[in-house]
């Protein structure tokens, strides 16, 4: 054999030993797992169904908490109630960082609400949380816009006639409409050219962000980088969005009464004005457009995902959708719109709500934490910046927790005597110091909007009820219910 061959395959062999000498240091402190391999991690153990399948698996073997290596990365992983309870709860300033999501990462990097860690997370949610409160109960509140919104949806599949259609995109305007009311201080009509274009960008992100290849760009981003993919796309996607909100920022500049701000971005940048001469300050513009970013997608997409799974569950579910209307005939009638004072009246249909939130399941691996510092959990030592994922997934299915976790069951949310019955394990929207921003009005539009379509529409599909697909489109960092054709049919 050629010396020089034998020199690359020895210097080859040495890389690998190294390598593989290193892991144990990197695994010392950390909950047990699978052994990984050089470079390539646990990728043998990952299942084609994507991360979940795997996840649930590898738990089998290992408990509640354990270690995954995706690529060169350990993860820690928490699995079922009790662990995540006492991470993102009992532990919750050290589990308050935020890790990454690869293929939104060159998008994202450390800026906005969602995304950023340390001071600049502090400052910008803690200025996002006053804001939304401050403009959802102004001159209009949140209430008021949700009912405004849905009293534009409900006209609008009165035009339908009860003939079958989509209702992806309606779904989709009447949530942003709301967020948009708060960031842009306007809503925009369903056949807007601009926002049918931003509400296909979400739609075809998340559904990219939740595919397979996200997946696998996950495990070995710093090669696929540099390669054509999912991940190219949606960055193509998050950017055009970032470019119109750009433009509408201009235009806020351009009109801003510094003695009656309209909006979040009015808001934002009479804050950028205030503290301009802080050398710390964290109120910049590119906060500014990713915070903005961050509120319009999240808000977008996860209440409008959610109200397309409960009325896919309705038809699948017809004797539900008839038990809902009847407390709503009862409780509302049919010459006034639901308001948020009904929901205290209305046990059944909120335990059918927070079922759908439950089986959907629509974040199942949580968005990623990582630890702020040196971290004792379980008899493990978490060193700082550790990555963690909350399965959420396992707490929605948690079989102590819920009788039947795999089956659609509105009873997982009533007591013996039909009362609604609040459960540990119920947390769609996380847990902790990052439990989603908008979880008070992703509420209230579940509420509202489900309740007034019920309401005024009897529903039926095309298909027998036996032959409905519940199965998601695509499951990774989301799930994506499957695109269905739905009749509203005025009661």
């Not at 949380?129 to 008021?144: H, I, N, Q, W, Y």
């Not at 959420?392 to 039947?404: I, P, T, V």
Request: aromatic share 12%; charged share 25%; net charge neutral.
């Amino acid at each position: 054999m050629e010396p020089s061959v034998l020199l690359l395959l020895a210097l080859l062999v040495g890389f690998v030993l190294l390598l593989v000498r290193g892991y144990p240091k990197a695994r010392g402190h950390l909950p047990p797992g699978p052994r990984p391999l050089p470079l390539l991690g646990n990728l043998l153990q990952m299942d084609r169904g994507g991360f979940l399948n795997s996840f649930k698996r590898i738990r089998e073997k290992y408990g509640a908490v354990f270690t995954v290596h995706l690529g060169t990365r350990p993860v820690v992983m928490l699995y079922g109630t009790e662990a995540i309870r006492e991470a993102l709860v009992d532990q919750a300033e050290a589990f308050s960082g935020r890790g990454t999501i690869a293929v939104v990462e060159p998008i994202f990097r450390d800026y906005g609400v969602i995304f950023s860690n340390g001071e600049r997370w502090k400052v910008l949610r803690r200025f996002s949380l006053a804001t939304m409160r401050d403009f959802g109960m102004g001159k209009r509140s949140v209430e008021e816009r949700i009912q405004e919104e849905a009293r534009c949806l409900v006209e609008e599949f009165r035009k339908s006639q009860g003939a079958p259609l989509d209702p992806t995109f309606l779904f989709q305007c009447i949530t942003a409409n709301i967020i948009c009311s708060i960031v842009f201080g306007e809503r925009f009509d369903y056949k807007d050219r601009q926002f049918l274009r931003l509400l296909y960008l979400f739609y075809q992100s998340f559904s990219l962000i939740s595919s397979f290849s996200s997946q696998v760009f996950e495990l070995f981003s710093g090669f696929l980088k540099y390669f054509p993919g999912t991940h190219r796309q949606i960055s193509r996607n998050l950017q055009e969005i970032l470019d119109y909100i750009g433009q509408s920022v201009e235009k806020h500049r351009a009109t801003l009464d510094p003695s009656n701000p309209r909006d979040f971005i009015d808001t934002y940048l009479l804050r950028m004005e205030k503290e301009k001469s802080n050398q710390h300050m964290e109120f910049d513009h590119q906060n500014l457009l990713i915070s903005v970013l961050s509120l319009f997608f999240a808000g977008t997409e996860t209440s409008s995902t959610t109200l397309r799974y409960g009325f896919l569950l309705m038809l699948k579910y017809p004797h539900v959708a008839e038990k809902v209307q009847k407390e709503i005939d009862q409780v509302i009638g049919s010459h006034r719109l639901p308001t948020l004072e009904d929901r205290t009246k209305m046990p059944y249909t909120d335990a059918v709500i927070y079922e759908i939130q439950r089986f959907s399941d629509l974040v199942p691996i949580g968005v990623p934490h990582k630890v702020t510092k040196d971290t004792l959990f379980r008899g493990y030592l978490l060193p700082k910046n550790t990555e963690v994922y909350p399965i959420l997934s396992s707490a929605l299915h948690d079989s102590q927790y819920f009788e039947q976790p795999d089956t659609f069951n509105p009873d997982h949310f009533l007591d013996a005597n039909g009362a609604l019955k609040k459960s540990e394990a119920f947390m769609p929207f996380s847990l902790g110091k990052r439990i989603c921003l908008g979880e008070g009005i992703a509420r209230n539009e579940l509420f509202l909007f489900f309740t007034a379509i019920l309401q005024n529409f009897s529903l039926s599909s095309p298909m027998a009820a036996k032959d409905i697909d519940l199965s998601p489109k695509e499951s990774g960092f989301g799930k994506v219910p499957q695109t269905y054709q739905i009749c509203f049919l005025a009661r």
